[in-house]
């Protein structure tokens, strides 16, 4: 039989909140008893009040005549220590991911039922998943609230912690969203690369790419705040494809050709080596491995196809398989990537599948001197200045029966479709390009590029003659309509950026 008289609480009416933990429901059943001290009346009950320990207090707890749902509510919101970890909502957290020191809150929570969620005591999580705010651990006078403190809605010296009611919804794009989906809290949905993960290794992938991408590129590591594990969340929570776009994207993005075309390990920096000792060794090698395909992707400028393909090959063994020098693949990978000549071949860049696949079509597309001429509509030796102005990137040591560079066909089609588009002047007089070039008494090349730069107008263009033969030249005072850039290649896309 219970025995009143012996219970360290003379009520027990007080019904757990939604994920609340036996320290969060130990302190308002003091508050209940008329108490102000949590640490004084775990005193007098021979509880441990000194340190939060919320292992003893649901002990504590678990020994009142509640209904076993209750008991069984507060022991899955109640972190557990056990080998060295903390198990919370059925899920594992390091030591270091969870705090007891001072309480934190979400002041909007607080308006809705004034009771302590136990996963604000979870340290990455800053922002409440619902609201959107911060979570707070100071109130208006500047003072933290300490756990002897009972009371979840004011705090000792009378200031509310609770602020004006404020919309509830459920913002699925965050770590601590995720985190309450997985401790049975909401509905649940999947997120592949972070399903399979203990929470505490979730937690260090979320920070780390979460300061990867939401940073420019950095010697150091950078600081964290209060967004930063949800954006790594938001690369993290769909597939590998996913995440090499979004790191692919950072890279071309924050670091200039130059940075780029180096050892993905420099590239990368801190966030290699952050990467290199995280603790789950899947982790690890899946981290490592996107990084090694978003680097080569922007290398080469292909496609993210097969993320999920492990199989690697190095540039050296893929220059030995095409049968190609490797300084000639170096400089292949290079002009994919539009990478200064002077740092070809300096890289070590392994390729995945897609990758190779791709660079085998650009070396079987890949044209002579002579040939992109022809398709330009001038001649071989013309091609010079379109080089210099960097419109062209040539190709050297590539192996075959035809010798001296090769041309990229997409670098030569971009030039095209750029003609296509060019604003032409609305009057005046023309000549035929090669009859202008003679008057003018300039060098083809120098006339192609001027074209293409918009310092010499187009009155119109003949679209049965190829590339430059078709455009006649304004003479006199004609001036384009308007004065087009440099063509900026995007790599990975069928029609030429603006």
Known sequence: MYDRLMSPFSNWAIEPGKVEGAHGYFCRLVDDEGHDSMRVYSNWIEVNGRNIVPAAMLEVVSRLPITDERRRGLAHATPMEKDGSYWLGGQRFARRDLSFSTRRWCAA??????????????????????????????????????????????????????????????????LAAYLLMRMGYEERWTAPLLDRLDATDAVDVCH????????QKLDAIPDLTSRTVDVGYRALCADRTHLV?????????????????????????????????????????????????????????????DANDDGLISLTALASDLGVDRRGLASLVSA??????????????????????????????????????????????????????????????????????????????DILRSLVAIPLTSSGASRKFRAYCRAQNRRVGDVVVAILKGEIGVLRVDPGRAGF??????????RPAARPQQPIVDLN???PSE
């Open 109 to 174: 929570c607080l308006a809705e039922k004034a009771y302590h969620r136990s996963w604000w005591d979870i340290v990455a999580l800053r922002r409440c998943p619902y609201h959107d705010i911060e979570l707070a651990d100071r109130d208006i006078d500047n003072s933290p609230v300490g756990w002897w403190w009972p009371r979840f809605d004011v705090t000792k010296s009378g200031n509310g912690l609770a602020c004006p009611p404020m919309p509830k919804t459920l913002r699925r794009g965050t």
């Open 208 to 215: 780390l790419i979460g300061r990867l991408v939401s940073n």
């Open 245 to 305: 776009t979004v790191i692919s994207s950072w890279l071309s993005k924050n670091l200039s050709s130059a940075e780029i075309d180096a050892s993905y390990s420099n590239v990368f920096g801190w966030a290699y080596l952050q990467a290199r000792s995280l603790p789950d060794v899947a982790t690890r090698r899946m981290l490592l491995t996107v990084f090694r395909k978003a680097h080569a992707a922007v290398l080469t400028g292909s496609r993210v196809l």
């Open 336 to 413: 994919l990537g539009t990478v200064d000549a002077e740092r070809r071949g300096r890289r070590r860049v392994s390729f995945d599948s897609s990758q190779v696949a791709e660079i085998r079509r650009e070396i079987d597309a890949l044209l002579t001197r002579n040939e992109a001429a022809e398709l330009l509509g001038i001649r071989g030796w013309e091609i010079a200045p379109l080089v210099s102005a960097g419109y062209f990137s040539p190709i050297a040591r590539m192996s075959g029966e035809v010798r001296g560079l090769r041309f990229l066909h997409r670098q030569v089609d």
């Open 469 to 478: 033969r078709g455009l006649h030249v304004s003479v006199g005072c004609g």
């Open 493 to 495: 896309s069928e029609e």
